[in-house]
């Protein structure tokens, strides 16, 4: 289990830069560190379907969504609209609960209702569930994998401001980048072993 004062300081030691003792502290660290930490976390969650993260729930019918035509069907012909989950960081699936293989989603697009200012879910599947990535905010959940690709992106993110040198954070973009494909990959075999082609990784073939 890591803090987020933890994976903070991994990010600084990427950059060469001092460790802190709080985000709460008086350092161009820190409040550089508290300023960035949102959004990183939420780009670092929303780019794969990470385990710890994954949640499935039942979707909320959206009874008002503003596309309704005249035939009783929804924009692109969908016979469904769901609100999309106010938690939900990236939605990757829609299924069925009686569906005998939830390996496979459904069909289903991610509208934008302009009328109510919402985001909505459509799909032909009633009664739907759906699998998604949670907005989970507390580190002690992150596995260790993740702790390590959170940092990158910190340290991506904090680079610039802490060092001024543009072509470090280029580097820690870049490793991030690597580190997510290589999760990606090793997601596919753990889960598909026999089906998978293993190829080759970019983080693993960068070192």
């Known amino acids: 289990m890591a803090t987020q004062v ?3 300081n991994l990010a600084l030691g990427h950059i060469a830069q001092a460790p802190i003792s709080a985000t709460s502290e008086a350092s161009i660290a ?11 976390r939420k780009e670092a969650l929303s780019g794969h379907d990470w385990a710890f993260g994954t949640v499935v729930a039942t979707l909320t019918p959206s009874s008002n ?10 924009a692109g012909d969908w016979s469904y609209a769901y609100t999309y ?13 009686s569906k005998s293989n939830k390996a496979i989603s459904d069909d289903f697009r991610v509208l934008h209702d302009a009328t109510n200012s919402q985001k909505v879910i459509v799909s032909n599947t009633p009664s739907a569930l759906g699998e998604y990535t949670f907005d989970l905010t507390d580190p002690t959940f992150y596995d260790a994998r993740f702790v390590s690709v959170l940092s990158y992106r ?25 580190m997510m494909g290589e999760a990606e990959r090793m997601s596919a075999l753990e889960n598909n072993p026999d ?5 080759t990784s970019a983080f693993v073939d960068a070192r």
């Open 6 to 8: 933890e994976i903070i």
């Open 30 to 40: 820190a409040e550089t560190a508290a300023r960035v930490w949102d959004t990183a």
């Open 65 to 74: 969504f503003a596309t309704l035509t005249a035939s009783g069907t929804y």
């Open 85 to 97: 989950p106010g938690n939900c960081l990236a939605l990757w699936k829609v299924y069925s609960e």
């Open 154 to 178: 910190l340290a991506a993110a904090m680079a610039m401001p802490l060092t001024g040198d543009p072509n470090l954070g280029i580097t820690m973009m870049k490793i991030f980048t690597d």
């Open 195 to 199: 089906k998978v082609n293993e190829g």
